[in-house]
């Protein structure tokens, strides 16, 4: 079946810096989306690409998908305490309507 | 976007008993999912409810262990049955395809989460 693999689990920071969290599809995917998840909160969702090379930007956050369509990643420029959370790369797949959801990488902000 | 209400929030559950959860949307919507995140993990599907008939439950989730109804658009349940400690996880519910909304772009809304321990 379909797997998405996301890199790293874990990262900490110091605020103000950069951060990017990379997501692998082991399948081409027909789009890509981003969900935060706060501690103790619930997944919410960020952004959604489609398109073989698209970026999208958000503030603070960039978000690419790869020209195969297998990879995507998320950049957030200058981090901050609110930025604190786990960020989830979602593949859907060609074939069928169902998400595939990374593991996630859990940012943690030192102020 | 969409309001997902879930209940029990959180509930201490005895080993062998059953427990049920609901998901009401303020929304009518096509697609309902019911999600396990185990701590510290990512989310894994157990299964599509399906409006008026059987859900649809993903490799490794049974409808013995984890029966769901969906008896109209806003409304669904998830019953965790004969609980282990290995059923110990937050238990999401999540809606797609909000109808009557203008543009739907595949984004999944989730409730706030069932958070199920069992002793």
């Not at chain 2, 019911?34 to 510290?40: A, D, I, T, V």
């Amino acid at each position: 079946g379909q797997q998405v693999m996301q890199i790293p689990q874990y990262q900490h920071v110091q605020e103000g810096e950069d951060f990017t969290t990379y997501c692998n599809s082991s399948t081409t995917l027909s789009n890509i989306q981003w969900y935060k998840q706060r501690p103790g909160g619930h997944p919410v969702f960020l952004i959604q690409l489609v398109k073989s090379g698209e970026v999208k930007k958000q503030k603070r956050l960039t978000f690419q998908f790869g020209e195969a369509k297998k990879n995507s990643s998320l950049h957030i420029t200058a981090t901050q305490t609110t930025d604190v959370g786990t960020y989830f790369c979602a593949g859907r797949q060609s074939s069928n309507y169902k998400l595939t959801f990374g593991k996630g990488t859990l940012l943690t902000v030192n102020p | 976007s969409a309001v997902i209400s879930q209940k029990p929030s959180r509930d201490i559950c005895q080993r062998g008993t059953s427990l049920t959860i609901q998901c009401q949307v303020d929304s009518q919507v096509t697609m309902m999912f019911w999600y396990r995140q185990q701590p510290g993990q990512s989310l894994t599907l157990i299964a599509t409810a399906n409006q008026g008939s059987e859900a649809t439950y993903e490799s490794g989730f049974v409808i013995d262990k984890f029966p769901i109804s969906r008896p109209n658009l806003t409304f669904s349940t998830l019953t965790v049955s004969n609980m282990s400690p290995e059923d110990s996880s937050i238990y999401l519910c999540s809606v797609e395809d909000i109808q009557g909304r203008a543009t739907n772009t595949g984004e999944l809304f989730f409730g706030e989460g069932s958070r199920l321990t069992v002793l």
